[in-house]
């Protein structure tokens, strides 16, 4: 019952409405709303009173909701739907009366009219009546969950929590539950500050699943409850060894949700150590792809690594040594990752998933130290696995940036040319962008404009580069041969010595020129070079030029909203500042809308 019950009138009425028109097993016994003879009349003025409600016309529907209660005083469903119409409103002294005559029709079984009768006593401010009925109703029906949860939520009201929860813990015992009211319980004991009896029922919460993890969550992370403290208490509490595994397991879904490294760490080490070794794996498999996606390098090493001792074969066994050679390579680690990968590409099966993810990351590897082995890595994927074509283009434009990162444009155009053909017309615009690029680095910006023309209009590919190279391809077309070349050599320059001042000193040129018609396209994309070459502040100097000197450029609101963002969070009231310049300067602007949600977000932290 505890999951079913919630405050507020909207939610507490469609319960209402639930219960109105079935039948609810609470476990002590089937309980039925009595709401009298069921016509086809009271059903159309029903919809009708629903429809009216939807439309904003209150008065109809409360006409047509009295003139049901007025031919059927016992009409639960009825009743519930005026109490939602008309207390939310204030106006819950009109529902007093009606309810009062539903109990007299129904009897105290009717729970429906009971909650509403006591809700609305308590609501018009006849809270000792409020308490009295529902410490009646709870007395003379003790096997009825719902009289317990109302009378706790009277005395909560009125400040008087201590009794409101000895008043849920007399429930469990009358209806013989010992889970029951979990979610009261606990939402009472925190508001106190006690965590550890609060910790007690989250406990039993997050044996019921995701609803149950949700609630704990949502009360954790909620503003008057501290969430240090109470992840503390409930850690202790989950640490008994005696909590049978599903709550456990609940309980490391709520750390990986909140992201709590090293509680679901804790956690995870418990359960594996106590848990038969299927059911560890199951526990392992999970936990890896969690810290794995949420870039916890170290624990999904750890889960893989346990993965690999638990294998029940040697398949298996070189899949785990896989995923931890992937975890080392993502987190930078490439001594590790190509022992592994090198190993495994000899002795995986070849065709395997594993010598396919062995074969690429070793690639990567090869590519990026600059080794010749580079190119025989990749004629082996393509003579081992021909037909997957869009992550041999991936490898060419890689190996081919790794040789621009190394000062050798020639070796960069040769990549590119040791992919099979012919290649599928929506691969090939990566082809071609990627060799608009290396034009423009060789200093031949109208060759460069005609290779990405070429990756902007081709059909299909990637969506997101294909607006990449038209960006490009515009900048060069209304830029002058002399502005084109400065911005091919300050991005050659960026990638292969890591040194800005090139692109700086060509943004400077721009900024200083006159407003020439591509200035601002340029200065956006060294912007953009410099922040992806790991130049911010540099990235920062460029758009702050960009907005000043062209501010009503297409290219502002863009650079405005950068601006915005890389002040967070650094200095919170220059960011919002940004935010609101842009929502100003640019009201009609598709990004106006983002710099508002940036700034609700703001608004929303305390």
Do not use: C
Request: net charge negative; glycine share 6%.
């Amino acid at each position: 019952m505890s999951r079913l019950i919630r405050t507020g009138a909207a939610g507490l009425t469609r319960f209402l409405v639930f219960l109105a028109v079935n039948s609810v097993w609470f476990g002590a016994g089937t309980v039925r709303a009595q709401v009298g003879p069921s016509t086809s009349s009271e059903s159309r003025a029903l919809s009708r009173a629903a429809s009216a409600e939807r439309a904003g016309r209150i008065e109809d529907a409360r006409g047509e909701l009295e003139t049901i209660l007025d031919a059927n005083p016992g009409s639960s469903t009825a009743l519930a739907m005026l109490s939602q119409l008309l207390a939310p409103r204030g106006r819950a002294a009109e529902v007093l009366l009606r309810a009062e005559r539903a109990v007299e029709a129904n009897g105290p079984d009717d729970m429906v009219a009971m909650v509403v009768w006591i809700r609305t006593l308590g609501a018009v401010g006849l809270a000792d009546s409020a308490l009295a009925s529902v410490e009646r109703w709870a007395t003379d029906r003790p096997g009825m969950p719902t009289a317990y949860s109302e009378w706790s939520q009277v005395l909560s009201s009125a400040g008087r929590n201590a009794e409101a929860a000895s008043v849920l813990v007399s429930g469990r015992e009358a209806t013989g539950s010992s889970s029951a009211f979990a979610q009261e319980l606990s939402a009472l004991r925190a508001s106190s500050g006690d965590y550890t009896g609060a910790a007690a029922e989250w406990a039993t919460l997050l044996g019921w699943g995701d609803p149950g993890i949700s609630a704990v969550m949502d009360r954790i992370e909620s503003p008057d409850v501290d969430s240090e403290a109470a992840i503390r208490a409930l850690n202790e509490v989950i640490s008994d060894a005696e909590y049978p595994f599903h709550v456990r397991r609940g309980a490391l879904s709520l750390a990986l949700r909140l992201e709590d490294r090293d509680w679901s760490r804790d956690i995870a080490e418990q359960i594996v150590e106590t848990v038969p070794a299927e059911t560890r794996r199951l526990v392992l498999r999970d936990y890896y792809v969690q810290a794995y996606n949420l870039s916890w390098s170290e624990d999904a090493s750890w889960a893989a690594s346990r993965l690999e001792e638990d294998s029940v074969s040697d398949a298996e066994r070189r899949h785990w040594r896989a995923m931890r050679a992937d975890v080392a390579y993502l987190s930078g680690d490439s001594a590790e990752a190509e022992q592994a990968f090198s190993a495994l590409a000899q002795s995986a099966e070849p065709g395997t998933e594993t010598h396919r993810r062995s074969l690429r990351r070793l690639f990567s590897i090869r590519a990026a130290e600059g080794s010749a082995e580079a190119e025989s890595l990749l004629a082996a994927y393509a003579a081992e696995y021909p037909d997957d074509t869009a992550e041999l283009v991936e490898m060419g434009v890689e190996l081919s940036i790794a040789r621009v990162t190394a000062g050798d444009i020639e070796g960069a155009k040769t990549a590119l040319e040791l992919l099979p053909q012919p290649i599928d017309p929506s691969l090939a615009s990566r082809i071609e962008g990627q060799r608009g690029v290396l034009a423009l680095f060789d200093g031949r910006p109208a060759v460069a404009l005609g290779h990405l023309e070429t990756a902007a209009f081709i059909p299909g590919g990637d969506p997101v580069r294909r607006t990449d190279a038209l960006l490009l391809a515009d900048a060069l077309d209304r830029s002058d041969s002399v502005s084109a070349t400065a911005l091919g050599h300050g991005m050659l320059v960026l990638m292969s010595d890591r040194d800005p001042r090139p692109m700086l000193t060509a943004a400077g040129t721009w900024t200083n020129s006159g407003a020439p018609e591509a200035a601002p396209a340029l200065l956006a994309l060294a912007a953009g070079a410099l922040e992806k070459s790991g130049f911010p502040s540099e990235a920062r100097q460029v758009r702050l030029d960009l907005v000043s000197t062209y501010p009503a450029s297409a290219e502002a609101p863009a650079a405005t909203l950068a601006l915005g963002r890389e002040a967070l969070p650094r200095d919170v009231s220059e960011a919002r500042v940004w935010f609101e310049r842009l929502i100003v300067d640019h009201p009609d602007h598709a990004l106006a809308p983002v710099a508002r949600q940036e700034l609700a977000v703001l608004d929303a932290v305390p």
